[in-house]
């Protein structure tokens, strides 16, 4: 039983919490979660036209002389869509837009010096061009250069080359993710901020 008092000062009782209809509590749990759930969903799909509910990625094409780069990219948007589920990925023939690529240029040099000008950081970039098609209206939905990075020094071992390789604000030892060959670990970072941003937009420019 649960008191309160009164505009009068006197101290009533409210109604027994135990005795109130569940079927009334159940409404408010179901609509509260109903409301959730459509926030949620429409804050990751929303902006993304109604009658699009799948993506082919076929492979990108690679202008430059870096071999393997035209799959390791198509591979990195392929497992961001799929993972984040937000559009079903299939193939050309039975789906509602086409995500295609072209890489433009891949950049490899020197980023940072020391007071000696010794290189003391490289930088890999990727530099390429996204295009969404909307199928069903043979419309352009979004045409825009997207470019990634990844850091890498001389050392053979990331993990204590003291650089920030993945821009994540953490190096060495209070980062997890820096292992493996140095330059492959850069291009790896360069192709996943790709992916990442492709996908952003999608969610967000609509």
């Not at 929303?46 to 082919?56: C, E, F, L, N, T």
């Not at 591979?75 to 869509?81: A, I, M, R, T, Y």
């Not at 937000?86 to 433009?104: C, P, Q, W, Y």
């Not at 990727?126 to 997207?146: F, G």
Request: charged letters at 25%; hydrophobic letters at 40%; a negative charge.
């Amino acid at each position: 039983m649960i008191w309160v008092e009164r505009s009068n000062g006197r101290m009533g009782k409210m109604v027994n919490m135990k005795n109130y209809p569940q079927s009334r509590y159940f409404f408010l749990l179901t609509f509260s979660f109903l409301l959730l759930s459509g926030c949620m969903f429409y804050s990751m799909a929303g902006s993304i036209p109604p009658h699009i509910k799948s993506v082919a990625i076929p492979l990108v094409e690679n202008n430059t002389a870096e071999f393997a780069m035209a799959e390791t990219v198509t591979d990195n948007l392929v497992s961001k869509f799929t993972e984040e589920n937000i559009l079903r990925v299939t193939n050309e023939k039975s789906a509602d837009s086409i995500m295609k690529g072209v890489i433009l240029r891949v950049d490899d040099g020197p980023y940072t010096f020391s007071k000696e000008e010794a290189v003391t950081e490289y930088r890999f970039t990727v530099s390429m061009k996204m295009e969404w098609l909307d199928v069903a209206n043979d419309k352009v939905l979004l045409t825009k250069q997207y470019s990634g990075w990844g850091a890498y020094g001389l050392a053979g071992d990331i993990s204590v080359d003291g650089i920030d390789n993945d821009g994540d604000g953490a190096i060495d030892g209070d980062d997890i993710d820096e292992v493996g060959d140095p330059r492959e670990f850069a291009s790896k970072i360069a192709v996943e901020k790709i992916a990442e941003d492709v996908l952003n937009d999608i969610l967000t420019s609509w």
